[in-house]
């Protein structure tokens, strides 16, 4: 049973740097893309960062430069920093995890993701 919890989220000003921690657990695949998606109210779920089995990130382009992502594949772990956030970077942020070494480009073809972690910036 594959579980995903975050943590980190929280209140920043504009300007201000949050970072979050994703935690696997019963994740077997040994290499997973891991990533990071993102909701606003009335908007499509989009993914923000990913990782793939090599280590090959993808970023959205409204984070690129911004935000970074880092996994451990051994401990099923992965994190995003973000840096210099925007009021329009506030959403519920949820860790993802694909079980397979190639990430997606589309929320709905990641197999798992967790109850998600909110930012909100101001």
């Known amino acids: 049973h594959v579980q995903l919890v975050e943590s980190g989220g929280g209140s920043v000003q504009a300007e201000g740097s949050l970072r979050l921690s994703c935690a696997g657990f019963?994740?077997?695949?040994?290499?997973?893309?891991m990533g990071w998606l993102r909701e606003v109210p009335g908007k499509a779920r989009e993914v923000v960062a990913s990782m793939d089995g090599y280590g090959h990130t993808i970023y959205a382009p409204a984070v690129k430069g911004r935000f970074t992502i880092t996994k451990d594949n051994a401990k099923k772990t992965s994190l995003l920093q973000m840096n210099s956030l925007k009021p329009e970077d506030t959403g519920m942020y949820f860790c993802?995890?694909?079980?397979?070494?190639?990430?997606?480009?589309?929320?709905?073809?990641?197999?798992?993701w967790g109850q998600g972690t909110q930012v909100t910036v101001s």
């Open positions: 019963g994740i077997t695949y040994r290499d997973p893309c």
């Open positions: 993802a995890v694909r079980l397979n070494s190639g990430c997606p480009t589309l929320p709905r073809d990641f197999t798992h």
